[in-house]
Nanobody, 121 residues
Framework: QVQLVESGGGLVQPGGSLRLSCAAS????????MGWYHQAPGRQRELVAV???????NYADFVKGRFTISRANAANTVYLQMNSLKPEDTAVYYC???????????????WGQGTQVTVSS
């Protein structure tokens, strides 16, 4: 099975920074993309940033210029550097991998457990 483990969340004041990490392990065979989503209470999950296997990136409009997504391919790890944080960034952040497992070689989405980010003074 493929497992994703997230870390790096916490409490920070407006204008501060956090760095999230997500490591994929287990029977991963290949990865098409790695991304971050967030979800606040009472709202649906939405895309924050994604990085494709070739290295290209895409960002939601509300984080452009503030967040940076990057990866360490050899370790199957993706990062999200979050700067100039705002109270509206408060949410649970989830890592997602679009990839295949050696168990069946079927392409599917894998999700991390989520990590809480709270921006408050």
């Amino acid at each position: 099975q493929v497992q994703l483990v997230e870390s790096g969340g916490g409490l920070v004041q407006p204008g501060g920074s956090l760095r999230l990490s997500c490591a994929a392990s287990g029977s991963v065979e290949s990865i098409n993309s790695m991304g971050w989503y967030h979800q606040a209470p009472g709202r649906q999950r939405e895309l924050v940033a994604v990085i494709i296997s070739g290295g290209s990136t895409n960002y939601a409009d509300f984080v452009k210029g503030r967040f940076t997504i990057s990866r360490a391919n050899a370790a199957n790890t993706v990062y999200l550097q979050m700067n100039s944080l705002k109270p509206e960034d408060t949410a649970v952040y989830y890592c997602k991998v679009d990839g295949t497992s050696r168990d069946d070689y079927v392409r599917r989405d894998y999700w991390g457990q989520g990590t809480q980010v709270t921006v408050s003074s």
